[in-house]
C-alpha cells in the first residue's frame, strides 16, 4: 500500500475540549450537545467533523465514479452527511445518513452512481459493517 498523504490532528479534553490540526487550519473548541443543541455555538463536535469528512469523500467518490461511467455532467451537485450519535443497552454507536443531490441525473442512473461510490468511498470502506448508512438519492421533482 502506498501512502498519498497522511493528516494529524490533536485533541486535548476530550468532548470538552479543543481540536487543533498540525497546519494549523483546523483550531476548533470541542463540546457535547444537549438535546437543545450546542452549548458553545462556536464550537464543534466529533459527529460534525465526521460528516463535514463523510460528505466530502463520499462527493469525491462520485466524481470519480460519473467520471469512469462516462457522465460528463454532475451539475450543481452536493452531498449532505448526517451523522448521529446513539445510544442503546450495548453503549454508544453512530449512524450515518448520506444525501446525494444529483440534479442532472435520472433515478436510475443517480441509484447507480450513488451506489458504486458507496463501494468506493475510503469512508464507506471504514465504515463498513461497522455503522449503518442510508444512502438516499436526491433528485428536483
Known amino acids: 500500500m502506498k501512502t498519498i498523504f497522511e493528516s494529524q490532528a490533536t485533541n486535548t479534553g476530550g468532548r470538552a475540549g479543543h481540536v487543533r490540526t498540525e497546519d494549523g487550519v483546523l483550531d476548533l473548541d470541542i463540546s457535547m450537545p444537549n438535546q437543545s443543541g450546542k452549548i458553545d455555538p462556536k464550537s464543534t463536535n466529533p459527529e460534525e467533523l465526521f460528516a463535514a469528512a ?13 467520471k469512469e461511467q462516462g457522465v460528463d455532467d454532475l451539475g450543481d451537485f452536493n452531498v449532505t452527511a448526517s451523522i448521529s ?8 454507536f453512530l449512524e450515518a445518513t448520506l444525501d446525494s443531490y444529483l440534479p442532472t441525473l435520472d433515478k436510475k442512473k443517480g441509484e447507480e452512481l450513488i451506489n458504486a461510490a458507496h463501494e468506493v468511498c475510503p469512508y464507506s470502506k471504514a465504515t463498513r459493517d461497522n455503522i449503518t448508512v442510508h444512502l438516499n438519492l436526491m433528485l428536483d421533482e
Open 54 to 66: 463523510y460528505a466530502s469523500c463520499f462527493a469525491g467518490s462520485l466524481q470519480a465514479v460519473a
Open 85 to 92: 450519535l446513539n445510544k442503546e443497552e450495548d453503549g454508544l
